[in-house]
């Protein structure tokens, strides 16, 4: 059998195929038409009459929120979030609620145990003496900036498509808090003194750090009717997130998890066992919420991109 041309057109191939791949490739941007068609595409937006969903507007939202990590008292709470858009990414807003409180499932099994009455140096609390010097929070909210870094489509089983985005809040947040603590239970006025003699023999009221004086004659051990000193404004840090999940273009779904940051004894009483109640029992807390709210967006009819 003669295979001498198979053999030989296998050696042309051969021959040639370096050649081939070594040719010059095409000159760059190749033909003035060619380069404009480039640098044309890369002026143009990645995505064409994309809905502007968040550029540009004002966002109203009615919103409920609760606390998740509430010791003593839970607090339930409605009010508003305003927001504006600087861009898809950058926005500014404030936000304010108004709560009532409830007794956490801690707190009830606390107020279970105790007794009506307690006898006179006994440091447990009364039942009246623990309820009262509890606080609620029925006032809160924060002013913040957000950024929104990431946003996008959800899709339900492939057929329903939703626009949806994820955004991170920073800020101020204020507080104001209250106690029912009655004149009858929170009944020493002076809470930081204790009564010595002095030299002349009186009877006085003195700092119970002072060793200068003689030995206190009468022990102030009871810190339970002290006032709980957990009322009034508190002011801290805000962060939070959350998404929108927008259900028509004028109108989102939004999650939220909040965190209010602030001094606060939400018992009220001695947590460091010197048997007084002082500033030295407040410590830094973090007051979480989660929420949900019905954001409203205006213009209601958003931009498209050209």
Known sequence: MNRLPITLSGLALLITAPALAQEA?????????????????????????????????????????????????????????????????????????????????????????????????????????????????????????????????????????????????????????????????????DPLTEIRRDADGNIVRVDPDDETSDPIIDPDNNPNDDPPLNDGTKVGLYLGGGIHVFLTNWLALDLTVRNYLFSNNPSGLDTNFDYRVTADDTQLQNHLFVGIGASIFFPMRPERTP
């Not at 004002?58 to 839970?74: I, K």
């Not at 339930?76 to 409830?102: C, I, N, Q």
């Not at 145990?113 to 010097?133: A, F, I, M, V």
């Not at 990431?150 to 626009?163: M, P, R, T």
Request: glycine share 10%.
């Open 25 to 189: 490739p095409p000159e760059a941007g190749g033909s003035e038409s060619e380069r404009n068609v480039a640098t044309s595409l890369d002026e143009q937006p990645a995505v064409r009459h994309r809905l502007l969903l968040v550029k540009g507007r004002f966002e109203l939202t009615p919103a409920f929120e609760s606390t998740v990590n509430a010791d003593y008292r839970y607090t339930l709470s409605g009010g508003l979030r305003a927001e504006y858009h600087f861009s898809d990414m950058f926005s500014a807003g404030a936000v304010g609620f108004f709560g009532t409180g409830l007794n956490t499932g801690l707190s009830s099994k606390i107020i279970d145990s105790l007794d009506e009455t307690n006898p006179d140096g006994d440091p447990e609390p009364t039942r009246d003496e623990y309820q009262q010097h509890l606080n609620d929070m029925p006032i809160h909210g924060a002013a913040y900036f957000s950024v929104t870094p990431w946003y996008g489509k959800l899709a339900a089983f492939g057929k329903a498509f939703v626009n949806f985005d994820f955004y991170f809040q920073g800020g101020v947040a204020f507080a104001m808090l209250s106690n029912d603590c009655s004149p009858s239970v929170c009944d020493d006025d």
